[in-house]
């Protein structure tokens, strides 16, 4: 970090560089006042100083002591004024003169909804009123919002909807109270700030190294207890009939690697679209004596072909994690632009 950087600086980084320079006392002083999501980003961020030229920390000090200086300049002026003007005027009538919009901007948001997943979230809302949870999910960003409504059981989804639509103005002590029961609450579910040993992500790893039966079984009552999680599941696996998927330039680098026998038997009892895929992707010679084998290919072993069929996953796998091909697993995230 050079001096003439200085200028580059964000306030996020001068800020680092100031608590390091005051030290812990101060810097402790200072978190006590601040949100928890604005500490972990200052932590953050004086982890990454170690070494600062001594103009540079004298800059910081020096503007540092201009700002506070400044006869002119009221710290916090802004946010003193709102709560001022609440706690004189009251709610309604704060509304009144200085216009909703005024008085909400710059409010306090649900701090304890960016520290917890939108399924933690769900199962924590679903016992609620749904006036409080209206109230909640009107904090969240639109796609989490989304997210979260989906898994409310359908009875209660249209309520929430029309009260989150009926909902005027929040004062920021209400908001300030509701975070402070959500964080404390949260945290019993051990949902946040600790470390991710489970999710999705494992479960679809998990199923893709099962035989297809036990694999097929386990997802039909997952289906059945939680259609949402199902499908989250599926969009993070990837079986056999999903290499459909694979565009004809991935097709072709996959097959180059597959050996002829292991393909034979895989395709043993692939759809027909499967088939014509790989047709497609290798000359018309090679295709032709690959269905001449499987029309002349007698019985085989259902475990045989399914191992077949992984290895080809496996392979599938490892191109698409060395960037050699795409999988396309739905939605319009995989479309290529």
């Known amino acids: 970090m050079s001096y003439e950087a200085y200028g580059e600086m964000t306030g996020l980084e001068k800020a680092a560089l100031l608590l390091n320079v005051l030290g812990n006392q101060v810097t402790a002083q200072v978190f006590k006042k601040m ?6 980003r200052l932590v953050s961020a004086m982890g990454s ?26 710290i916090f002026g802004q946010a003193m004024g709102r709560e001022f003007v609440l706690q004189t005027l009251g709610e309604e009538r704060a509304k009144t003169v200085l216009g909703q919009l005024s008085v909400v901007e710059g409010s306090r948001t649900l701090e304890a909804l960016e520290l917890v997943d939108s399924r933690t979230l769900s199962n924590f809302l679903v016992n609620e009123h749904p006036q409080t949870i209206a109230l909640i999910m009107a904090h969240l960003e639109a796609d989490k919002k989304c997210d979260v409504l989906k898994r409310l059981p359908e009875g209660i989804q249209t309520e929430v909807v029309l009260r989150i ?5 929040i004062s920021p002590s ?10 404390q609450e949260l945290a019993t579910l051990g949902s946040i700030d600790t470390q991710q040993l489970g999710g999705v992500l494992p479960i679809a790893e998990m199923l893709n190294s099962m035989d297809k039966a036990a694999e097929q079984n386990i997802m039909a009552r997952v289906e059945e207890k939680d259609p949402q999680l199902a499908e989250e599941i599926r969009k993070l696996m990837f079986v056999f009939e999903d290499i459909i ?16 026998e292991k393909l034979t038997v895989a395709l043993k009892t692939a759809p027909e679209e499967i088939k014509e895929k790989i047709f497609k992707n290798i000359s018309k010679r090679a295709a032709d004596l690959l ?6 290919m007698g019985p085989v072993r259902l475990s045989d072909v399914e191992g077949a069929q992984q290895e080809i996953v496996n392979v599938a796998k490892r191109l698409e994690a060395e960037g050699k091909i795409m999988i396309s697993r739905g939605g319009d995230a995989d479309a290529l632009v």
């Not at 910081?60 to 700002?67: A, K, P, Q, S």
């Not at 639509?165 to 103005?169: G, M, R």
């Not at 209400?174 to 964080?183: M, N």
């Not at 269905?291 to 002349?296: G, I, M, N, Q, V």
């Open 174 to 183: 209400l908001i300030a109270q509701v975070d402070e029961v959500l964080k």
């Open 35 to 40: 949100k928890d999501n604005d500490v972990k």
């Open 245 to 260: 998927f694979i565009d004809d330039r991935g097709m072709q680098v996959l097959l180059k690697e597959v050996p002829n």
């Open 165 to 169: 639509s009926s909902l005027d103005f």
């Open 291 to 296: 269905r001449e084998d499987l029309e002349a």
């Open 49 to 74: 100083i170690s070494k600062v030229p001594i103009p540079m920390v004298k800059q910081v000090l020096e503007d540092f002591y201009t700002e506070i200086a400044e006869e002119d300049t009221l």
